[in-house]
């Protein structure tokens, strides 16, 4: 069955780079997405990489997509207070409608 | 452009009372999703409904829950009698692009006493 797995939490100092990892089972992923939420706020997307590519870098965010182990990560450059929040992996899978499975998130803190 | 609003943000009722909540999308956005997030878990999925197709409700966990959208725009979620376990937060996102990113609400946040 599809399942998305996460490490459930994550403390970085202000400033260091932070990487937030993700496994997926389902081969057939199509696109892989990262969200965040802030505490009481819906998710906001913050990329997605197409399962054909392997990086994908967007200002501070870069996303590495290892197909062959299934593994997604990251990366937070420079990492802010403000980045704070909970990070959830997701999954579009062929055939699947179009709903996303998600990781349970991790929580990333930032420590000044 | 305005984004996704639910409403209402924050819902409590009694157990055994039915409930109702609004989700509307971003204006032009065919594809319309809820999902229930319970406390300390990941995003479950409810129901999709894509233009005039027939609904995918084949992730509403009982037949006390149901939802309809009208005129392709708003969606309305109902729990009919609900339960304790019905405590959550219940985002809808909404979507149109080919990369199927979906742009979520805020929530609404169901506590069911």
């Known amino acids: 069955g599809e399942d998305v797995e996460q490490s459930l939490f994550l403390s970085v100092r202000e400033g260091d780079s932070s990487v937030i990892n993700c496994t997926y089972t389902?081969?057939?992923?199509?696109?892989l997405y990262w969200y965040k939420q802030e505490p009481g706020a819906g998710l906001q997307l913050l990329t997605y990489?197409?399962?054909?590519?392997d990086m994908k870098q967007d200002q501070r965010l870069t996303v590495l997509l290892n197909k062959k182990d299934k593994h997604l990560s990251l990366r937070i450059a420079d990492t802010q207070t403000g980045d704070s929040a909970i990070y959830f992996c997701?999954?579009?899978?062929?055939?699947?409608?179009?709903?996303?499975?998600f990781g349970k998130g991790t929580k990333l803190s930032v420590k000044p | 452009g305005a984004g996704v609003s639910q409403s209402p943000s924050n819902k409590v009722t009694e157990k055994g009372k039915d409930v109702e909540l609004r989700c509307d999308p971003i204006?032009?956005?065919?594809?319309l999703y809820w999902y229930r997030q319970s406390l300390g878990q990941g995003l479950e999925f409810l129901i999709y409904?894509?233009?005039?197709?027939?609904?995918?409700k084949s992730g509403l966990p009982s037949d006390r829950f149901s939802a309809e959208r009208t005129g392709g725009s708003v969606s309305t979620l109902t729990i009919q009698r609900t339960q304790q376990e019905d405590s959550a937060v219940y985002l809808c996102?909404?979507?149109?692009?080919?990369?199927?990113?979906?742009?979520f609400g805020p929530g609404t946040r169901l506590t069911v006493l």
């Open positions: 996102a909404s979507s149109s692009g080919p990369y199927n990113e979906q742009f």
């Open positions: 389902d081969s057939s992923s199509t696109y």
């Open positions: 990489i197409f399962s054909n590519m």
């Open positions: 997701a999954e579009s899978i062929v055939g699947s409608q179009g709903n996303l499975i």
């Open positions: 204006s032009g956005h065919t594809a």
């Open positions: 409904f894509q233009g005039n197709s027939a609904p995918d």
